[in-house]
């Protein structure tokens, strides 16, 4: 049973680019969330995805933009990039209802020079 | 909102040695607190779970965890240290069962000496 996978595994981009990276899920799992690991912190989560829609956000800019597919599989964009976005994306899948352990995939480091 | 303090940047203890990690909470509900361990150039997994219940939940690797509702705490554990044990550990709270997402500590780098 595969887990969570990401790709790429890494990235580097300039500032002012834009950038998609791709998650998918655990089998059997229908929710998809995607947080930031800066360096030396702990993940910060960005938002989460249920049935296709958005369903909770965290304090990030509308830069930050995500989709869900029909077979839950989700994509996490970033547009105008910044020096400061540079850290490991997670993505982290899971099956509700929500006191169920989240399950991480390696992440993808992204790198803005 | 909720939030996690993990007072300790790093812990150092010899191989064989007993091991805590330090985790206090804050939230306006009931917790849900996780453990989880994270390997160099890895994601995160997941060690353990507080949902309700025993006080003192067990996990994966011979990890265990308190409960403390009067302390705001859930310190992770474990009798004997190994080498392997070696990583950053993150705790995360959620409030409630809700639709409210984790919120992780800052991570405690754990060396384990032979």
């Known amino acids: 049973d595969a887990g969570v996978t990401q790709s790429p595994t890494h990235l580097i981009k300039t500032r002012g680019q834009q950038v998609t990276l791709r998650c998918s899920p655990k089998s059997g799992h229908d929710t998809v969330s995607w947080y930031q690991q800066a360096l030396g912190q702990g993940p910060q989560f960005i938002f989460q995805?249920?049935?296709?829609?958005?369903?909770q956000r965290g304090n990030f800019p509308d830069r930050f933009s995500g989709h869900q597919f029909p077979n839950y599989s989700s994509e996490l964009n970033v547009n105008a990039l910044l020096l400061g976005d540079s850290a490991l994306y997670l993505c982290?899948?899971?099956?509700?209802?929500?006191?169920?352990?989240?399950?991480f995939g390696p992440g993808t480091r992204l790198t803005v020079l | 909102a909720q939030s996690v303090a993990q007072p300790e940047d790093q812990v150092k203890v010899a191989e064989g040695n007993p091991l805590t990690v330090k985790c206090t909470y804050s939230?306006?509900?009931?917790?849900?607190l996780f453990w989880y361990v994270q390997y160099p150039n890895r994601g995160l997994q997941f060690l353990l779970k507080?949902?309700?219940?025993?006080?003192l939940v067990k996990g994966s690797y011979g990890f265990e965890a308190e409960f403390n509702k009067s302390q705001t705490s859930f310190h992770l554990k474990k009798p004997s240290a190994l080498v392997s044990d070696s990583a950053l550990y993150f705790c995360a709270v959620r409030d409630g069962p809700g639709n409210t997402p984790l919120v992780f500590g800052k991570g405690t780098r754990l060396s384990v000496i032979a």
């Open positions: 939230v306006s509900g009931n917790p849900y």
């Open positions: 507080y949902i309700t219940g025993d006080n």
């Open positions: 982290a899948s899971s099956l509700l209802p929500l006191y169920n352990e989240q399950f």
């Open positions: 995805y249920y049935e296709e829609e958005e369903r």
